[in-house]
Every structure is written in structure tokens, then in C-alpha cells.
């Protein structure tokens, strides 16, 4: 394990550590450290008795030593086991904290498409926990740890679900600018969304199908970036998932996407290790405005100003917005937009300087997404995701960021239909790798 004390090593580490990662791997704050005990859902599965150990033996008296972690021939990825993973293979391979999770868990894969069922090839075990945030993929273990505050149907389930704040919550709060994302469908919201500390009491499965399919389309995505489909046969079973990563590097998607189509935007490189890292802005990124950091995103080829924190979080977010505008016909909002100051700011007092909706249909973009898509489906025959991804189309300047929401609306002035006052909504967490990305 020596010679993986690299510079790929720690790019795998804060993959697995997410946005909210410093310059050197800082894993989250562990469940396991919290004695919160997860269980297999299914006791009598052919690797109950290993999950836990493998998802958490690194973790050993509050540190982390990765040199713990297990050997595929102890947890193989689900890929190893079977060509064709369904939902039975997928629970049989899933920790949780509480019941509740494990029933809602598997109610919602009922729920989603055989895409993103397959991508689960590349993990080896699936952790909901009570006390994860955020929802992470974890190179050195292969597993995701989904924080479950999307899963819960309940207001009993809700109050088993830890109320800790994310700890990049405060991140990029020094800059003159905000940068805000939704999911948008018809003109709306694609989602309702519930905040933990919210009066609601119970929701439908149905407003947890779209938001959970973005974050596992996300973490799945960081599992296949490193151990691409294809590569899976060939694994040498007495290496661990990290091992296998690293010597895979090459060949990893968010590589090959570096390789013949990078992004450029030094300014965005920058802005990304405040926003997303926690570092401090300079005077020089303190003075800019949105818009100057809209008309730069936009000369860019990214989805997501989060793209620039790491090349695995541009490759995660430019395939979940693509899968999520193909299977579900739901389209991505992003806009930079003024920071109103004062205690009573409400989300029209976001005005809104350069915004975009499906973004992920720009040309620019669109080829580096025609890249991937092969490599994570593993699969040539990616017409019909790439024609469904359509022109993006720009939110209206000068708009606040909820009376932006329907563009068309916006242009024969029938916003004000609206609620003048709203509050900004819920703004959820990137997901993770890549937060331990996420995000």
C-alpha cells in the first residue's frame, strides 16, 4: 500500500471526501465514530457478516488508516458477483441504522431506471445512516453512505435523522456573489423541498423518487469514474477498491474526459477551493461580481460552478443532469446571482446577473458529454440520451431567483401571480464524491 501515497491517492481520497475536502483527505464525520450501529437488511445474505467491517474497520479509535480497509476477495464489488445487478442484490449488500430506511430504500429503487440500477456494478456495499452528512462515495472502502434526510416518508422516520448542520454550509460566504441550483420540470419545480427542521409531518414515495435518482446518479457516478464498467471483469480480487482505482488512473472517465477536453477557467478554479473547500477569497475574488463570474462560467464548458473542485465532481455533475433530463424530462437551473444583505432577505432579493437551464445541452458541453456517456454505460449506443438533452435556454437578468423560475411567464410579466415574499428554498447539498462529495 506504500507506493499509493501519491498525488492520484489523494485525489481518490477527496473523491471520496467531497466538496467540502481541505488539501489533504478528511474524512466525514463517521457514524461509526458516533455509535450509531448499522446492520445488514438482510442478515442471512452471503456477506452480511463482512459489510460492516469492511464499510468501517478503517475507522479505529477515532482515526482513519486506510490500510485496513478489505480486499475485493473479502467484499467484491457487486459487478464481480453479478453482470445484472437487481434490486434483490442490491439489498443484500445494504447497511442501515433504522428499519425504516431499509423499506424505503428498497421502495424507491422499485422506482428507478434499470441505468441506474446496473451502476451499482461498482460498489460494494450501500450504508444509510442516521448521522451521515453529506451523502458520500468513499474510494478507499467502494461504498456510498447516502445521508437518509431524502429517504424519510414520516415524521417519526424524520426525528431519527440527525438535525447536524453540513459543514460547508458557511463556505464561499465572503464573496459578493451567490450561486444557486434547482431541478426545474414545466416550468416549476421538479420537487417539493422538505427541510428536516420543517413543520411537514409525512410526504408521498413519489417526492423522493427525483431527488434521491440526482444523488445516486452522483455517487454512482464517482464509483464508475474510478472503476469503469468495462474494467470490472478484469479486477485482480486480492486488491482493494483503491488499489484496483490507482492503478486504473488512466483509465478513470473524469481522466480521459481531462485528457482531450478540460476545463480552463482559472478564475473558477479559484472560486471552486473557496466554495467548495472552505479556503479564504482573496481581495480579488471578494470584488467580483455575478455577473462577471456568469459571463465566465458561460465562456466554460462545465454544468456546475461545483465542476471545478475536482475533476471527479465535473464528470459526476455533467452525467447526473444528462441522466436526469433523459429518464425524468427534468432540466437543471443554475445562475449566479447579487448576495442581499440584511436579516430580512427573502428569494426575489437574489437577483439573478447570468443563470442557465439545461446547460448540459450547450455544444461545448454536450461533447464532453457524447465522451462519457460510452464509458459509463458501457455501451456505444448513446444517440437517444444525447438528442434528449435539447438547447439550453437563459433566465432573464434583472430577476429574482424565484420569479425566474418560468422564463416564458417572466416575458409576458405573469410572475406576480407569485408569492411576492417567499423564502429562498431549501438549498440541498451537492452531493457528495465526492463530499465525505458531495455533490
Known sequence: MHKLLSGVLITLLLVGCGSGSSSHPRLPQSPAAND???YPVEPDGPYAEVLAQCAFEYIRDG???????????????????ETDVDIDLILSRTLVSHDWMAVRFEQLLNELPDDLLQMFQAVTA????ADIRPSYYWAATGAIYLDPSRLWLTEAEKNTISRAPDFRADFGSELAFTELWRYTKNGDNAWRQ????GPETQRPLSDIVHPMA?????ELAHANDFI???QIPHLNPDNTVLEAAVALEDDGISAQLYNDRPLQSEMLFGLAQVMYVGESASAAQRALTAEEVGLEFANDAATDPYAYSTRAEDTAMLFEEAMMRYHFGIERDVAFTDTPEGPDVWCDDYIVRWGNRGRVGEPSVLAR???????????????DYVAAMGAPTSLEPGLGWCESINPTASMFGLQKARPERQPLPVQEPRHGPGHPHHH
Open 228 to 230: 469503469p464498467p468495462a
Open 194 to 197: 422538505y427541510s428536516l427542521s
Open 369 to 383: 458529454l457524447e465522451m462519457i456517456l460510452p464509458l459509463f454505460l458501457d455501451s456505444h449506443d448513446v444517440e
Open 63 to 81: 482515526h482513519n488508516d486506510i490500510n485496513r480497509t478489505c480486499p475485493m476477495s473479502t467484499l467484491p464489488l457487486l459487478g464481480q458477483e
Open 36 to 38: 450509531v450501529r448499522h
Open 126 to 129: 450501500v450504508v444509510i445512516g
Open 214 to 218: 440526482s444523488l445516486l446518479f452522483h
